[in-house]
């Protein structure tokens, strides 16, 4: 099962502080943010986010390595909105780069097995960073990874 989602008690701090995880979001900047962005996450593996002309996050894929494990995840046939929270600007509880338009996905439940929770925001016109939560693979675990990419 595939769903966006709300905040969670996993990571409800970052997710409340993210675009896309909240149903209270306004529209994407006039700069736009579509094509694609790659980059490499804090595991030191590819991280690809591909954005529609429409303003919607259309895939994901990214790679994994811990605990012994190594693979990819391909999340594709998404349309997950880019906005923007609506805390108020210059709150010191909020730490940049979570006050910039963004994107929140989960694959499942954090119940189920192979569960990832991916969050990203858009920094500027060219540049992206997130995090990233494994969780439950079997014989690997779970993990976290921040990831940071840019356009291509």
Do not use: H
């Not at 943010?33 to 954005?51: A, L």
């Not at 990214?62 to 998404?78: I, P």
């Amino acid at each position: 099962m595939t769903k966006t989602f709300g905040p969670m008690v996993l990571s409800g701090a970052l997710c409340a502080a993210l675009a896309g995880c909240s149903n209270d979001l306004t529209g994407p900047s006039d700069r736009g943010y579509d094509g694609q962005w790659t980059g490499t996450t804090s595991q030191g593996v590819p991280i690809t986010v591909e954005v529609s002309a429409a303003e919607r996050v259309t895939a994901i894929t990214v790679g994994y390595r811990f605990n012994g494990c190594s693979g990819s995840r391909r999340f594709g046939e998404l349309s997950l909105a880019i906005g923007t929270s609506q805390l108020p600007t210059g709150n010191p509880q909020v730490p940049s780069p979570f006050s910039n338009p963004g994107f929140g996905y989960g694959s499942g439940s954090p119940e189920e097995q192979d569960y990832t929770q991916i969050y990203g925001a858009f920094t500027s016109p060219d540049s992206a960073t997130g995090s990233i939560i494994f969780a439950g693979y079997p014989g690997c675990g779970s993990s976290t990874a921040i990831w940071n990419a840019s356009r291509r």
